[in-house]
């Protein structure tokens, strides 16, 4: 193929991906209702969000596609040795996505001295979801061997965030007494993760573990049904998710606002930005410092 014809088509479709997604997003949180709770979130500057938004869905999905070829060293740079008292850390990307997603993070939190920093990777093909939790449940026992008081913090993002959910909820974990060093959650943190489903998933999705992520998905029934967590933590969200949809779908339930957990809307961003996000990563590093009975990072 011509280089001037593939440098023409690259941006058109870094463009028209976006476009597309604040188009579906736009006509899905009209039709649910849910557009008057967006405009209140984002202080009735609806069309600004919007475009804020969009900018930063243009500028994250190039970065994440420069970050993709990193992917494969990801989780082997993350073990550096206990720092400070502070817990091991398990990063835990989404769906179609790899450890890169976290290569901004994951400096942000080594300069915030969390040494201890793990990549869980998994294939968005070919795997069930239950084995993808029971992976990183295996994981978890395993960081808790070498992590302080066994005490192990989560972040995920998307998807990552129900695999996170139901590794919590597997009787190793929960008991905190699987095979070898007790096992200690001290916080999940989870970054635009469907908790309620996404239509678009339904809509657009390719594959089963994409398919399951619908409203009445196989996976948000089966995370539904599984206990809530019982530990300290946070969910953050962006009123302009194109890729939660609606944004209801974002939300926490009485369940588990009962069980717990808070939930904090962010600034206009997408929903890949906020893997990158400035303020997404403040309130996370506060909040696991918070559950790490430290102070709130400088």
Not at 5 to 29: D, G, K, Q, R, T
Not at 65 to 85: D, T, V
Not at 104 to 112: D, E, S, Y
Not at 155 to 165: E, T
């Amino acid at each position: 193929m011509d280089r001037t014809l593939i440098l023409v088509i690259i941006p058109v479709v870094i463009l028209f991906i976006p476009a597309l997604l604040s188009f579906l997003a736009c006509l899905e949180n009209h039709n649910s209702g849910d557009a008057a709770r967006q405009r209140d979130l984002l202080g009735g500057q609806l069309a600004r969000g919007l475009a804020r938004a969009f900018v930063d869905s243009v500028w994250s999905l190039w970065l994440t596609a420069l970050f993709l070829p990193l992917g494969p060293f990801m989780g082997r740079l993350g073990k550096r040795g206990p720092g400070a008292g502070l817990p091991t850390v398990i990063l835990v990307h989404g769906l179609y996505h790899t450890p890169s997603a976290w290569f901004v993070l994951r400096r942000r939190l080594w300069r915030a001295g969390f040494s201890d920093v793990r990549c869980y990777g998994y294939a968005s093909f070919g795997r069930e979801f239950e084995d993808i939790a029971a992976g990183l449940a295996d994981l978890l026992l395993d960081a808790a061997q070498y992590a302080p008081g066994g005490r192990v913090v989560l972040v995920g993002h998307s998807l990552g965030g129900l695999v996170i959910r139901a590794a919590c909820a597997d009787p190793r974990v929960a008991s905190g007494r699987g095979a070898g060093a007790a096992c200690r959650v001290a916080g999940v943190v989870t970054l635009g993760t469907p908790h309620g489903g996404s239509t678009l998933a339904g809509l657009l999705g390719v594959g089963r573990l994409a398919r399951g992520l619908s409203p009445q998905g196989r996976i948000i029934r089966l995370v539904r049904g599984l206990p809530c967590c019982r530990v300290p933590a946070l969910s953050l969200y962006t009123p302009t998710d194109s890729m939660v949809l609606p944004l209801s779908g974002a939300l926490l339930d009485e369940r588990e606002l009962a069980a717990g957990w808070t939930q904090r809307a962010l600034p206009p961003m997408s929903h890949v930005g906020l893997l990158y996000s400035s303020s997404a990563a403040r309130q996370t590093l506060e909040f696991l410092r918070g559950v790490s009975g430290e102070g709130v990072p400088v």
